[in-house]
């Protein structure tokens, strides 16, 4: 069974500071993505990794995929509230294969 | 280019009943796949439908069944619900790439189901 283990599932912080999420797996993927979600609506794609080591920036957020496509990271640098919401990471395994997702991570960002 | 539509987006069922969930994806993407969210769980996989032909299929029970029309729309139906099916039922839309598959999802805003 392939699992994807998201960390922390819940981080209260304040305007200003930086944060680390975490997604872990024994399995490779295939290719990762990032989802943030808002109450009452749907997960929104945020980015996609590929190649293992690979680094992307949106704006105060940075991916990071990791050397063996096992793990990944997101960085968010100075938090706003508007950061604020549930972020998913969900790995492919294989490119027939169904996207699987982590546990989410809540994060709240305080004025 | 309109987004992913599910409907109805609020029901409220009784434990035996059965409902159906409709959405529409994104013009022009031949895959639907279809997850149940929930606090406890999280988001997981219940199936994908792709040209009318159910590609992938999660580990739920058979009470739990969807199809695809031609025009690509999808629907989802639960048969004899439990109390545990309360939960929100995401539909994504895909536009899969000839040998360039990466599995980006485009979401609905989910159909809130509430078993009493």
């Known amino acids: 069974t392939q699992l994807l283990e998201q960390s922390p599932q819940f981080l209260s912080i304040q305007e200003g500071e930086n944060l680390t999420v975490y997604c872990n797996s024994s399995?490779?993927?295939?290719?990762l993505q990032w989802y943030r979600q808002e109450p009452g609506e749907g997960p929104v794609l945020l980015v996609t990794v590929v190649t293992g080591g690979e680094v992307k920036k949106l704006k105060r957020l940075t991916f990071q995929f990791g050397d063996a496509r096992k793990d990944s990271s997101l960085h968010i640098t100075a938090a706003q509230p508007g950061d604020t919401g549930l972020y998913l990471c969900a790995g492919l395994y294989n490119q027939g294969g169904k996207l699987i997702f982590g546990q989410g991570t809540e994060l709240s960002v305080k004025p | 280019k309109a987004g992913v539509t599910q409907t109805p987006r609020y029901l409220i069922k009784t434990r035996g009943q059965q409902v159906t969930l409709s959405c529409s994806p994104i013009s022009g993407h031949r895959s639907v796949s279809w997850y149940q969210q929930t606090p406890g769980q999280g988001l997981q996989f219940l199936f994908e439908?792709?040209?009318?032909?159910?590609?992938n299929k999660g580990n739920f029970p058979g009470r739990f069944s969807g199809r695809q029309f031609s025009n690509s729309r999808s629907e989802m139906n639960v048969s004899t619900l439990e109390l545990g099916d309360s939960a929100l039922y995401l539909c994504a839309s895909s536009s899969l790439q000839t040998g360039g598959y990466t599995g980006e999802l485009f979401f609905g805003e989910g159909s809130r189901l509430t078993v009493l």
């Open positions: 439908y792709f040209s009318e032909t159910q590609r």
């Open positions: 399995s490779v993927f295939s290719s």
